[in-house]
């Protein structure tokens, strides 16, 4: 089940990267959650999470620099790439099914959230 689960993370990242957003819904599940801690930020339903990486402010993409996966649980560290430069990402993954249900990201650096055009993101 490890194997899968790291083909499901790994998949998770490459269609997030090439934006090929129908491949990247439907690795997540229906009713799945997103949450930032650091900004308070949460988005319920996979349709919103794909909404929210799709309209992200500025070009990007992610490499993967560590991946642990186990039968339900999946954390990623990234090197998350904008003209800005560099910065950390940990990812933290809940799985069932096949399907991610949650991801929590964590950046080791306080930022706000840019401005968002989507009325899914909730700040708590």
Same mark, same amino acid.
């Given at each position: ?23 990247? @819904? !439907?690795?997540? /599940? ?5 949450? #930032?801690?650091?900004? +308070? ?16 402010? @500025? !070009?990007?993409? /992610? ?5 642990? #996966?186990?039968?339900? +649980?999946?954390?990623?560290?990234i090197d998350f790439l904008t003209e800005r430069g560099r910065e950390t990402g940990i990812s933290f993954f809940e799985l069932q099914g ?27």
């Amino acid at each position: 089940m490890s194997a899968a689960n790291e083909e499901l993370i790994r998949r998770f990242w490459a269609t997030a990267n090439a934006g090929d957003w129908p491949a990247f @819904e !439907a690795l997540l /599940s229906p009713d799945m959650v997103y949450l #930032v801690p650091q900004t +308070r930020e949460r988005i319920r339903g996979r349709e919103h999470f794909v909404e929210f990486f799709r309209t992200w402010p @500025e !070009a990007w993409r /992610s490499e993967i620099t560590r991946c642990i #996966v186990d039968a339900q +649980r999946a954390v990623t560290v990234i090197d998350f790439l904008t003209e800005r430069g560099r910065e950390t990402g940990i990812s933290f993954f809940e799985l069932q099914g096949g399907l991610i249900t949650e991801v929590c990201d964590f950046w080791p650096s306080d930022y706000e959230p840019p401005q968002r055009a989507i009325a899914a993101v909730e700040r708590y």
